[in-house]
C-alpha cells in the first residue's frame, strides 16, 4: 500500500507550506532573502538490481535555499542606512566573530562605533590622518574629536596685471603709500595654532614687463609687519624709515602676456610677527599659475592655500565605494575611514543565524573581502535600505499551490484506506 507516499507527501507539502509563511512574515524585513523548498523523489533499493516498473516511496525535502536576489532599494532619512545595489555582504565584528549580512540599518553607539541593532560592529578599512589603510580590517568609528589644525605650507595665486600701468617712481615701498606699489590683494592663511593671519601681497611695476612682489602679514591683534623690511621691531613701525627688500620679481612676455619666470619667495614667518603663541612658518614659495600681464584692469583670478582652522565635526556621508567622509564646521573634509564587503563563491551555502544574520561555512567558501564598486561586488547607495526580496504575489499562488499538493496526498491516504477496507471486507 502506498501510504508512505502519502505521507512524505504531506511532510513535504507542510514544509513548503512553513517556508512560504516565513518568507510572507519577512516581506517587510530589510535585507530578508526569501527561501525555496526544494524537493528530491525518494526509490527504495532493488535486490536485483534497477527494474523498469520500479516505483518510488515518495518525496523528500532536498534543501531550503535561499535566493539571493537584489531587493528594491528605499530611501530613508537616516545618514547611516546603507543599502548594497549588487553582490556583497557587510562585514560584522560580534566580538570578533565575523558574520555577514544584507541589512545596512545601521547606527552609532556611545563609543561612535558604527554597528547594527544587534550591537555588532561594522568593519573596514580604518584612515589614519585622511588616508585609507588597506591593512588590517577595523570596527568602524566616526570620532567626535576637533578636526587639527593644519598650517600654511602652500600658496597660489592667479591674476592680471594690467600693462598699460606706469612704472612706480616712489623709491621706498610702504604699504601706507598708495604710490609705492600698483596694485594689492590680500588672502588668509593659518597658523601651526589655527588662528587666521592676513597676508598681503602688493604689485609695483619696475618696467615694461616685470613686476617687483612686495608683502605684509597682518596678526589677529591687527599689528602689520612689512616682510623684507630692515627696520627693526615687529610690528615695523611707520613711517618707514630704513629699507624694504622685495619678495621678488615677475617678468612677463611681450608678445603673449604670459608669465615667463617668477622668483617670489616668503621669509619665514617668526611666532613674533604671528603674535598668537604659535610657531614660526616655515618660508614659503607660492606660485602664480595663470598669472597674466594683459591690456586690462588688475584682477585676481585665484586664490589659493592649504591651510584651516580647527573645526569640529557637523556631519558626514558615505560614497558608492565606502569610503565614509566627515565633514567639519571650518569647511573641511576628511577621510574617516571605508567600509568593506565580503562575497563567496557559494552564498547558498551561508548558515543564517537570524537576526540577518549568516555565517560562513565550508559550503560557502572562504570570504573574498574587497571595496565596493571593485571586482564583482556591488556599490553602497547611503540614506537608503535594500527591502526584502519576498514577492508577495508569488508567495500567495505557491501557497495555494502548496496547499493543493497537501489536499491531494491527504487524498492518495484516503483513497489507499478505502482500497485496503475493501480488501478487509472480502468474504
Do not use: C, H
Not at 99 to 117: A, E, H, M, P, T
Not at 244 to 271: E, K, N, R
Amino acid at each position: 500500500m502506498s501510504f508512505q507516499q502519502g505521507l512524505s507527501g504531506l511532510g513535504a507539502s507542510a514544509k513548503q507550506l512553513d517556508v512560504i509563511g516565513n518568507n510572507v512574515a519577512n516581506a517587510s524585513t530589510v535585507g530578508f532573502k526569501a527561501s525555496q523548498a526544494q524537493f528530491s523523489d525518494v526509490y527504495a533499493s532493488s535486490l536485483s538490481g534497477g527494474s523498469g516498473q520500479q516505483v518510488g516511496i515518495g518525496t523528500q525535502v532536498a534543501a531550503i535555499a535561499q535566493q539571493f536576489s537584489q531587493g528594491n532599494v528605499t530611501t530613508s532619512n537616516n545618514p547611516l542606512d546603507v543599502a548594497i545595489n549588487g553582490k556583497g555582504f557587510f562585514r560584522l565584528s560580534d566580538n570578533g566573530t565575523i558574520v555577514y549580512s544584507r541589512n545596512g540599518q545601521f547606527q552609532l553607539d556611545k563609543n561612535g562605533y558604527i554597528v547594527n541593532s544587534t550591537g555588532k560592529n561594522v568593519t573596514g578599512y580604518a584612515a589614519p590622518g585622511g588616508v585609507i589603510s588597506t591593512g588590517s580590517l577595523v570596527n568602524l568609528q566616526i570620532p567626535a574629536t576637533n578636526l587639527t589644525p593644519q598650517v600654511t605650507s602652500t600658496i597660489g595665486l592667479g591674476a592680471n596685471l594690467d600693462s598699460r600701468a606706469a612704472p612706480v617712481t616712489t623709491a621706498l615701498f610702504d604699504p601706507q603709500v598708495s604710490t609705492s606699489y600698483t596694485n594689492s590683494t590680500a588672502m588668509t592663511i593659518y597658523d601651526a595654532l589655527g588662528n587666521q593671519q592676513t597676508l598681503g601681497m602688493y604689485f609695483a611695476k619696475t618696467a615694461s614687463n616685470t613686476w617687483n612682489v612686495y608683502g605684509t602679514l597682518t596678526n589677529p591683534s591687527g599689528q602689520t609687519t612689512v616682510l623684507g623690511a630692515s627696520v627693526a621691531g615687529t610690528p615695523t613701525p611707520e613711517p618707514i624709515t630704513g629699507s624694504v627688500t622685495a619678495l621678488g620679481t615677475l617678468a612677463f612676455s611681450s608678445s603673449s602676456g604670459a608669465l615667463t619666470s617668477s622668483s617670489v619667495a616668503l621669509p619665514t614667518l617668526t611666532s613674533a610677527m604671528l603674535g598668537t603663541g604659535a610657531a614660526s612658518i616655515a618660508a614659503i614659495t607660492p606660485t602664480f599659475t595663470g598669472a597674466t600681464q594683459y591690456g586690462s584692469s588688475f584682477g585676481v583670478s585665484s586664490l589659493a592655500q592649504n591651510g584651516y582652522a580647527s573645526g569640529r565635526p557637523t556631519g558626514f556621508s558615505i560614497g558608492a565605494d565606502g569610503v565614509i567622509q566627515g565633514r567639519y564646521s571650518n569647511g573641511q573634509s576628511l577621510t574617516l575611514g571605508q567600509i568593506v564587503l565580503d562575497d563567496f563563491r557559494n552564498p547558498n551555502g551561508l548558515q543564517p543565524l537570524g537576526n540577518n544574520l549568516w555565517a560562513d561555512t565550508s559550503a560557502s567558501g572562504p570570504p573574498l573581502p574587497g571595496t565596493p564598486n571593485t571586482a564583482s561586488l556591488g556599490v553602497l547607495q547611503a540614506s537608503a535600505v535594500e527591502d526584502s526580496n519576498v514577492d508577495l504575489t508569488q508567495e500567495l499562488v505557491a501557497m495555494i499551490t502548496a496547499q493543493r499538493s497537501y489536499q491531494a496526498n491527504a487524498q492518495t491516504i484516503k483513497t489507499q484506506d478505502q482500497v485496503l477496507q475493501t480488501l478487509v471486507n472480502l468474504r
